[in-house]
């Protein structure tokens, strides 16, 4: 007749494998093996009454798309995004606002009182609703008034450049008297140009002095309910 029998910290280990993603070696160190069945049971209780569930759904829609129940700009494992409106809803209320700096103008485009980008130049959309078939510029959007998105697409900029074929897919649109007209260049990049944005009223983070050899970034939570921005260099660094 066969007999085997476990030792407490392998009856522990196969336990933990059980009931949760695996042990630990900390676990297996620190366990209180007096009492095996009694710590079990205080283990389950504990898990049930104290600790949050940990779900793999969870886990990787966090770090999967940041829209999509995903950390906050600056949280770790957050996914960054270098196009200015996101693809959360349309119907996105915002403006554009020029702002004067040393005979320099940037143009402001804020949604509420948060900052998104600033452009060179004011947004221009194409005369006519159609997808592919016209170039046409139909005029600038109205600067210093609330402005209305039909839709967006997740994409900087657009696919092509003006020349043929035309400037498609058509990454931004918004309302223009009663019509969802098409923005030339796409969704905007995202550029907080410290000469039109004061990045006093922003939370950011500068990264320009990070190079290849930087691992683990520690991210702090936001402070009083500013958003996120972040600063790279051209080189992507």
Known sequence: MYNH???PKNEIARF???VSFGPTKDELH????TNVPLSMATYIENQIENVPASLHREYFRRRYLSKQDGPKACEQNSVWRGFAFQEESDDVTFTI???VNNSVTGYVLKRDEYVLTVLEDPLEYYSDTRYWLTNDIGGSLELNQD???CDIKD???SAFTSSSPPDVPRTLSVTVDGGCKHVVGGNPEVNLDPRFVDLDSVQYLDMSELNSSTEIIELDNGVDGRPYHVLVKQDGI
């Open 30 to 33: 620190n366990w209180d093996y």
């Open 16 to 18: 933990l494998e059980r």
């Open 155 to 157: 994409f900087v900029g």
């Open 5 to 7: 029998s476990l030792s």
């Open 97 to 99: 606002t020029p702002v």
């Open 147 to 149: 402005l209305t998105t």
